[in-house]
């Protein structure tokens, strides 16, 4: 069983390429968009069965963002000996806001 | 205990089991050499001093790379998984080859570099500052943890370097942070080789430490 911290590297890897790659499927998917058709396409990624995904991205986007901004801070050259404590507070603060989140989507 | 051992003949790498009867007090390479005594004696290990100083005894147990000479066999879960490091290319067994190690090792200049003569004055503070890092036993440890260690200079030869920059009596200071401008941005910091290194020392630090020392820079 890997360690927490290979855990967390390799996440913020696969979180990213897949970043990535929805980035580049929406920034191709919008230039195929022609005027005044945005809003019945947009409507379909707005659907109930597309749900599931949508918070799936949440949650990728998430750790991916939160677990970036602890390695900017160790990579800073702070709190090194701390690094335990954030890596339980990235989890943490990931899950948190994640249920933030996907309540106020749901509701 | 049950001990699952990765074997390597040269040709082919494979599983094999041995049952150790293990006592309180034994340690993993005291089992190794139970095994290598009695049960298989191809089995082929390094080891040396035995008191975690010279580093030999470096192996991956149940994942984790750690010295067999200071691991309690009675504390690890069973059957004990022993493989060798990874990012070392394994010449026999758990014997892998430190040749690249070494040579890693080499660039980053681990000697004192020194400019004038004459006798050079340290005091314990100045002592301090650096020797932690004096007591890194160049086990592979930290290599073996680092995700990115194979395709980069990896955390010993930094620990190193940093060992002889904060060492007063050095004057080579700026050509290391030049040599390792070009090999520390690897790092991810997984702090992995922190959480291995069996003498404490904190590899993850020096590297975010050197980094920072090298941007202040401008050559």
Known sequence: MPSLNTIAFYLHRITGVILAIYLCMHLCFLTTVKTGQYSSLIKVTLSKQFLPFDLLLFLIGIYHGVNGIRLIIHEFGLLYRYRRVLLYSTFIITAVLWIIVALEVIM | ?219
């Open chain 2, 1 to 219: 205990m049950r001990f699952r051992i990765r074997r390597f003949d040269g040709e082919k790498s494979y599983w094999q089991e041995f049952d150790v009867p293990v006592k309180r007090g034994m340690t993993v390479l005291e089992c190794l050499f139970y095994i290598k005594e009695n049960l298989d004696p191809t089995l082929s290990f390094r080891a040396s001093c035995r008191m975690g100083v010279c580093g030999s005894c470096a192996v991956r147990i149940n994942g984790k790379p750690m010295l067999a000479c200071e691991t309690q066999a009675f504390r690890l879960k069973e059957p004990v998984k022993i493989e060798p490091l990874k990012n070392f290319n394994v010449i026999r067994d758990l014997v892998t080859d430190f040749e690249g190690f070494f040579k890693k090792h080499e660039i980053v200049k681990p000697y004192l570099i020194r400019r004038s003569e004459g006798e050079i004055r340290q005091t314990p503070e100045e002592l301090k500052r650096y020797y932690i890092y004096t007591l890194c036993i160049k086990c592979g440890a930290c290599m073996s943890a680092c995700p990115v260690a194979k395709n980069c200079l990896g955390p010993m030869p930094v620990v190193s370097a940093y060992r002889f920059n904060e060492d007063s009596r050095d004057e080579g200071k700026e050509e290391r942070l030049k040599i390792l401008s070009d090999h520390i941005w690897h790092c991810h910091f997984v702090a992995e080789c922190s959480e291995v290194c069996p003498k404490g020392i904190e590899p993850a630090e020096v590297i975010q430490k050197l980094r920072l020392e090298v941007l202040r820079r401008r050559w």
